[in-house]
């Protein structure tokens, strides 16, 4: 089987790119993207460490179960947050939303 | 290291195709392509749970991630008419971030290769086991006393209350 | 569990016995809808508050209104349908108090211990069951029609079920802790009631009245349940006075406080304990919330006298009595120090409030300061160690006090009837209006030299919301009423029932056989040398003479000779629903008031003990195995000079009265004949021997006055001289200073401040608003966080090649 480092490495890899997407993306949008791949990588971290030492429980499983409740909460809320935002403002870019400041 | 066997190539490619998903996500201009590629990427992530011998959470990933919040997305970016260009895709600190993710990515390496070679290397069981508990297992454990029926009642209210949450917030006040 | 095994099984039953009027109260709360505000002057809502121009007043409709009269109902009578179950099963046990219904369930762990909460049936809880839930059940029928006109009827109903659902709790409850929690709800709902209509000012201060002064007694009665917990640890009934151990752990551990005084951790606790009581059952000095208490809905009077509140009181000494005796034995002649507090402040506030009914011209006062009264007599048998004769008093009284204040109600109702009529018809009436005097004022009043004008306590004076602005008529003065026997009569009678039964009138009355008992147990005593025995017995005779000659000038002003004024003359139940909702319970409690005695009949007493008791006393040989086998006091033997004493005074009080008031009643424009014969003493217990004033005085005045000097002569002249002072001295070094404070201070003290601002103006940058750019530092944090976290941890070493 595939060692368990090589799945932790591609999911380490995903995560990063995700967060680069968070961290630099002008879109809100695509912001938003960038946290499901976050979640995803964390989700590949999850099955991989039950599948390699916890495979007699369920656990691992649950919590990616979860997971994927919470992702799914976070997408509808945060799309309804930027289609908010777009109606008062007319654009997504995150960068124009920034009256929270001194 | 690697055994060159199908479960090895089907990992090296569904990697690509994550990876190579994500990156797409990252960088492409035009949103509603960059949503495709997300969509590969979670592709690549069931593929990845088929692997792992988790086949209900890979067909969960395709109904839940790629049916419905790749949907939702694809919605979203059309009412915002995302598509249209931004002259910038990236903003100022793009550099910034690529050197504090790359960093971040560094670090992360050498905290999952080192065990691994390191002096006290091998770490990771040499011995996987065959038989995994299946489905009705989980099913049982989300709704058993003992197991997660609380945060399972919980993640029921969460989604209830983030479903009225995204009416209210994006609704049209006029 | 379901439902059925909760009905099924005669442990887990008592459980269900609270929860008819408790959902009742939520459902009411939550299923009726405040439908609209009206303004309270508005015609909607009676038309007769010109006092509260611009108040709004929340109207729910017909609907609702119909449908939380309907719950309201539903619920008591389920509680009082498994209450009967309750007391028939317990009736079927053998040895009902060796063994008992009994269920605990763990509620709050604190740490090592938990506390529990639970039910228990007992023999006193079984007999509190016979009572509580039917005077309930009679009161709710009642207020239907009483309330029938009131706007917030469904709040009402949501109210007394929240209050009737508390006294259940605390009836059913198998430890002090939940006692005490039925027993602050209902502290609650007696404040929200009393203040029922909380447009008059009056209702509001009497209900804030009544819920700090009980809130006084009910601190200390927490401190005396912490401290009984802290040295038991538990506050189980049948844990701590059915258990000999603990009892005598209690009675031989010195207290906290004057324990080198000789005074036990039970005396401590139970001393305690009583305050509380004496706070809830309204006892000397405690005892001035109680007449005030009166400002509510007169079913909440008939709730507060007789079916829960003061009942509550008197249950939880009569519960924790084993506590009380520890250590003592009052049969013996041995004394504690809470049996001869409960000895003394009871007889003390029976004879007290006695002497004070006797002066009261309101129709419910006289019933409010007789309640106090009454429960003096309990809590003074208890204080003998009469047991019995106290939860035979407490069960008596209960039946014939509600009835009083529901036929007392009913008399108001029939007043303000009768004021309605006499409105509508004002020219019609002129065989009524006596030569001499307007209608609207009575000269009883002026020649009275101390009516209601004359008070400035503004909790004295009581109009029920309906009277007119302007208009001094008090449906609730009996020198207004008279010959109501004529237009009244089912109330007539029921209230003479009740009235006779309060005087303890001999051989046919509940009221004689339990003040009967309470007698004979004091005088036992006394025939010993007993010291409290002997008080108990003098002041306890004296007090029901008193009680007897109040009741007939009560029963003689009310309902006899002609109507002193039209309203008098007109005042009727009307017809249909209302009347009849409000005369039946009268008549079911007249029957209870009659038959509840023969329960408790000495089995030596001549002909009515061969009766009613062939064997034993039904009732005594019944309640006593609440106790402890070592605590089972035998009853007195019979003994013919207090069964005399209770004909003598119970006669005679009621001679004296007839006398007075029956055989020649007053007419109108007539004093009082009582004003003349007490001379001076009459207004000083009119008044109440001034102790509202005296609290006024002594409590209230001096802080209004301590305030006034702290502000005036320490605050002004004192703190603001001396500060003056120094800052004129002040002034002047600063004068001084100013040169040197000018260029170096100021050049120092100006600069730091000035290095902050740039500091901050160069540094808020950082906070752009943009919310990427915080996530930057964030991640960044983080990676340096883990990196030390890592570094400090030696994983890194550990783990290096």
Known sequence: MVPLWAYLLVAAALFCLGMYGVLSRRNAVAVLMGIELMLNAVNINLVAFWRYLEAQTMNGQAFVAFIFVVAAAEAAVGLAIVISIYRNRRSVVIEDVDIMKW | MFEFNAQTIAFLVLTLFVLGGALGVVTTRNLVHATLYMVLSLFGVAGFFVLLSAPFLAAVQVLVYIGAISILIIFGVMLTRSMTHLRHVHNAQWVASGVVTSLLFVLLMVGIILPVWGVNGAQTPTEVADVVADTAVMGQLLVSPNGYVLPFEVASLLLTAAMIGAIVIARDDE | ?801
Not at chain 3, 493 to 503: E, N, P, Q, R, W
Not at chain 3, 748 to 773: C, K, M, N, Y
């Open chain 3, 1 to 801: 569990m379901s439902l059925n095994e909760f009905l099924s099984n005669p442990n887990l039953l008592p459980w269900l016995v609270p929860v008819g009027p408790l959902l009742a109260f939520f459902i009411i709360m939550l299923l009726t809808n405040r439908a609209r505000l009206i303004p309270a002057t508005s015609p909607e809502y009676g038309g007769h508050h010109p006092d509260y121009e611009g108040m709004l007043v929340p109207v729910v409709s017909e609907g609702s209104r119909l449908v939380s009269v309907l719950v309201g109902l539903l619920g008591i009578l389920t509680a009082w349908l498994i209450s009967l179950r309750v007391v028939g099963d317990a009736f079927s046990v053998a040895h009902l108090g060796a063994t008992v219904r009994n269920s605990t369930i763990p509620w709050l762990a604190t740490g090592s211990t938990s506390f529990n909460m639970g039910v228990l049936v007992d023999p006193l809880t079984t007999i509190m069951l016979v009572m509580v839930p039917l005077a309930c059940t009679m009161i709710f029928i009642y207020s239907i029609g009483y309330m029938a006109h009131d706007p917030r009827q469904s709040r009402f109903f949501a109210l007394i079920s929240l209050f009737a659902g508390a006294m259940l709790t605390l009836v059913v409850a198998d430890n002090l802790l939940l006692l005490f929690v039925g027993w602050e709800v209902m502290g609650l709902c007696s404040y929200l009631l009393i203040g029922f209509w909380y447009e008059k000012e009056s209702a509001y201060k009497a209900a804030i009245k009544a819920f700090t002064t009980t809130r006084v007694a009910d601190v200390i009665m927490l401190l005396g349940i912490a401290y009984l917990y802290a040295e038991t640890g538990t506050l189980s009934f049948r844990d701590i006075l059915y258990n000999e151990e603990v009892l005598q752990h209690l009675a031989t551990t010195p207290a906290l406080l004057l324990g080198g005084a000789g005074l036990t951790a039970a005396g401590l606790i139970g001393i305690f304990l009583i305050i509380g009581t004496i706070g809830k059952s309204a006892q000397f000095p405690l005892h001035v919330w109680l007449p005030d208490a009166m400002e509510g809905p007169t079913p909440v009077s008939a709730m507060i006298h007789a079916a829960a509140m003061v009942s509550a009181g008197i249950y939880a000494v009569i519960r924790m009595y084993p506590l009380f005796e520890a250590g003592g034995s009052p049969h013996a002649g041995l004394f504690t120090s809470p049996l001869l507090l409960l000895s003394i402040v009871g007889a003390f506030t029976a004879i007290f409030a006695a002497t004070i009914a006797v002066a009261q011209n309101d129709v419910k006062r006289v019933l409010a300061y007789s309640t106090i009264s009454q429960l003096g007599f309990m809590m003074a048998a208890l204080g003998i160690g009469a047991y019995i004769a106290a939860a035979f008093h407490l069960i008596t009284h209960a039946f014939f006090k509600a009835l009083l204040f529901m036929a007392s109600g009913s008399v108001i109702h029939g007043m303000e009837h009768g004021e309605h009529h006499v409105h509508e018809h004002a020219h019609d009436d002129d065989q009524y209006a006596l030569p001499g005097h307007a209608p609207m004022t009575l000269p009883a009043h002026s020649a009275d030299g101390h009516g209601h004008d004359s008070h400035t306590d503004t909790a004295d004076h009581v109009p029920e919301p309906h009277t007119e602005h302007g208009h001094h008529f008090d449906p609730q003065d009996m020198l207004n009423m008279g010959g109501l026997r004529k237009t009244m009569p089912v109330t007539f009678i029921t209230f003479l029932v009740g009235g006779l039964s309060l005087a303890g009138f001999p051989l046919l009355t509940a009221g004689f056989w339990s003040k009967d008992e309470i007698l004979a147990d004091a005088y036992y005593g006394l025939s010993h040398g007993f010291g409290p025995h002997a008080l108990v017995f003098v002041l306890l005779a004296l007090a029901a003479f008193l009680t007897a000659f109040y009741t007939m000038r009560q029963l003689g002003l009310t309902f006899m000779g002609e109507p002193r004024t039209p309203e008098a003359a007109h005042a009727d139940l009307g017809q249909g629903l209302v009347s009849f909702t409000m005369t039946l319970p009268l008549v079911i409690l007249a029957f209870f008031a009659i038959v509840a005695g023969f329960v408790g009949v000495p089995p030596e007493f001549p002909l009515f003990g061969a009766i009613f008791s062939p064997e034993h006393n039904p009732f005594h040989h019944f309640v006593i195995y609440t106790l402890l086998p070592e605590m089972q006091a035998e009853a007195p033997p019979f003994n013919w000079f207090p069964v005399l004493t209770s004909f003598v005074v119970a006669l005679g009080g009621l001679g004296l009265g007839y006398l007075v008031y029956w055989r020649k009643p007053l007419v109108a424009g007539e004093p009082d004949p009582l004003v003349a014969f007490l001379g001076p003493l009459h207004p000083v217990l009119k008044n109440k021997y001034y102790v509202d004033e005296l609290y006024a005085r002594v409590f209230i005045a001096p802080s209004k006055a301590f305030a006034r000097v702290a502000s005036e002569v320490i605050d002004r002249g004192l703190i603001d001289g001396t500060l003056h002072l120094i800052a004129r001295v002040a002034t002047w070094i600063g004068d001084l200073f100013k040169v040197l404070n000018v260029w170096l201070i100021d050049g120092v003290g100006d600069s730091i401040p000035e290095l902050v601002a740039l500091f901050g103006a160069w540094f808020r940058r950082i906070q752009t608003g943009r919310i990427q750019q915080y996530l930057l530092l964030v991640a960044l944090a983080a990676i340096l966080i883990a990196l030390i976290f890592a570094a400090s941890s030696g994983m890194l070493v550990q783990a290096a090649p």
